[in-house]
């Protein structure tokens, strides 16, 4: 009996697809809900997209949601470099969240804010952290009473990542009062960059004079690293809009 079990194989269907604010994975937050401003559309497909299927999850919040990480090699290894340890220790994969997996499953936390089941579902979603285009495999809801364990240990990760200051060019600015969405862009730039987006071994390098790169929504983010009194800065350069490749269902 167990031979016959390991040796088996399962297929997955996705439910769905996100479209989210993230159309390339730099910059997504390593953890959901980092970014609260972050918003995504979560849209089924049939047959999964029946409006009885998500009948009552109006009355939950939260959802757990499992997905593929699609854009992630299916490579993988026993051994990965967690960003939270600065890119150099290593720990084993199954003591992480990489995205290098032996079956590239994610699963994330998100809040619900609508569900619209005309012509379909599609469920509106906030603090996600998933590129645009992520299948998504199954939804469950989130129960706080069940789920929530303040006094759990953390291993490597105990506290919310520090956050560093990020500040805004006047020209970016000026590009942001331009769009209808100024400020909730404004506010989801502020939230991804405070996290400082960059690889961990690029991280101790503010002085190079670097200018990085992030897409949020259908904007091109320059940013640039400088040290001012001993604490690294990001300071937003430019606001490029840029036209949004299509997500395949």
């Not at 031979?3 to 390593?30: C, Q």
């Not at 989130?142 to 759990?152: G, I, K, N, V």
């Not at 919310?160 to 009062?177: M, R």
Request: glycine residues 6%; aromatic residues 8%; hydrophobic residues 35%.
């Amino acid at each position: 009996m167990d031979d016959a079990l390991h040796n088996e194989h399962f297929t997955l269907s996705p439910i769905g697809h996100v479209v989210s604010d993230y159309p390339d994975k730099f910059g997504i937050p390593r953890q959901p809900g980092l970014a609260p401003a972050a918003q995504a559309t979560l849209v089924l497909t049939p047959p999964y997209n029946d409006p009885l299927t998500v009948r009552g999850l109006e009355d939950f919040s939260h959802l757990w949601l499992t997905f593929i990480f699609h854009q992630s090699p299916e490579r993988w290894s026993p051994l990965i470099r967690p960003p939270r340890l600065g890119g150099n220790k290593k720990v084993g994969v199954f003591a992480s969240r990489s995205t290098h997996r032996p079956n590239r499953l994610g699963l994330s936390l998100v809040a619900l804010t609508d569900i619209n089941t005309q012509n379909g579902v599609t469920l509106t979603l906030s603090g996600c952290d998933l590129v645009s285009g992520t299948p998504v495999v199954d939804i469950k809801p989130y129960l706080p009473w069940a789920e929530a364990l303040p006094d759990a240990r953390s291993g490597f990760a105990p506290n919310t990542p520090s956050l560093i200051e990020v500040i805004f060019h006047p020209t970016a600015l000026a590009a942001l009062a331009q769009r209808q969405d100024g400020a909730t862009l404004h506010a989801l730039i502020e939230q991804v960059l405070r996290q400082d987006p960059r690889p961990a071994y690029q991280q101790k390098d503010a002085a190079s004079g670097r200018l990085y790169s992030v897409r949020l929504r259908d904007a091109d983010i320059k940013f640039q690293p400088y040290q001012n009194s001993e604490a690294t800065t990001l300071e937003v350069v430019a606001i490029e809009s840029y036209e949004t490749p299509s997500s395949n269902a």
